[in-house]
């Protein structure tokens, strides 16, 4: 089954404790991206992955950070969590850089105290 | 830069009833647009898009979508809506080339149903 997974679903960690989420896809797409989703603010992306090893910033990237050295692999590390990070968070990717149908995966719910 | 709005946060409707989300986008050339549906706990699913041609495109669930160039909108419609339909919306619109494509999404509709 094509699918986007992502773990863990839900995480409460403390301020300042190094997390990561990971991404996975198994549809040998090229491009993979994460969104956080906050009340009121609709989706924005963070980063974005055009292939492997090329990563770029989103609209929101700012205490994140990300690697890209599998295709199928995308995790997003918060090396400082802070408080404004708690949000739903959401990997998702797409065959290449056209608007072809973007997969999301199913969400991890991060909170941060 | 593109930007998208949807300007009604929450709609009610009754199970049965016809249904019109609306979608207004920003962006200077022809736009790719998307709507997508989230139901709780879940991620999101594509309903439907439109690249060109047909101005009215057909999606999955029974939803289809009208772009309208003059009124810069996309708005959503389904003719009688299921109580499974209740979930949040959203429309999305695709800009840029190469390496800054992306997707803006708008900051959703949520739609209850009642029965």
């Known amino acids: ?113 | 830069a593109q930007s998208v709005t949807q300007p009604d946060i929450h709609i009610t409707v009754s199970e049965g009833a016809s249904l019109e989300l609306r979608c207004n986008y920003s962006y200077g050339a022809t736009p790719y647009l998307f709507w997508y549906v989230q139901s709780p706990g879940q991620g999101l699913q594509l309903l439907l898009k439109y690249f060109s041609g047909d101005t009215l495109v057909q999606g999955i669930k029974g939803f289809e979508a009208e772009f309208k160039r003059s009124q810069s909108s996309f708005n959503l419609r389904k003719p009688s809506v299921h109580w499974s339909d209740a979930a949040e919306y959203f429309c999305a619109v695709g800009a840029g080339t190469g390496t800054a494509s992306k997707l803006t999404f708008g900051t959703g509709t949520r739609l209850q149903v009642t029965l």
């Open chain 1, 1 to 113: 089954e094509a699918q986007v997974t992502q773990n863990p679903r839900y995480l409460i960690t403390v301020t300042g404790k190094k997390l990561t989420v990971t991404c996975s896809q198994n549809m040998n797409h090229e491009y993979m991206s994460w969104y956080r989703q906050d009340p009121g603010l609709g989706l924005r992306q963070i980063y974005y992955s055009m292939n492997v090893e090329v990563t770029d910033k989103g609209d929101v990237p700012e205490g994140y950070k990300v690697s890209r050295k599998e295709k199928r692999n995308f995790p997003l590390i918060l090396e400082s969590p802070s408080p404004n990070q708690t949000s739903l968070y959401f990997c998702a990717s797409r065959a290449d850089r056209t608007y072809n149908e973007q997969f999301f995966g199913p969400g991890t719910r991060l909170t941060v105290l």
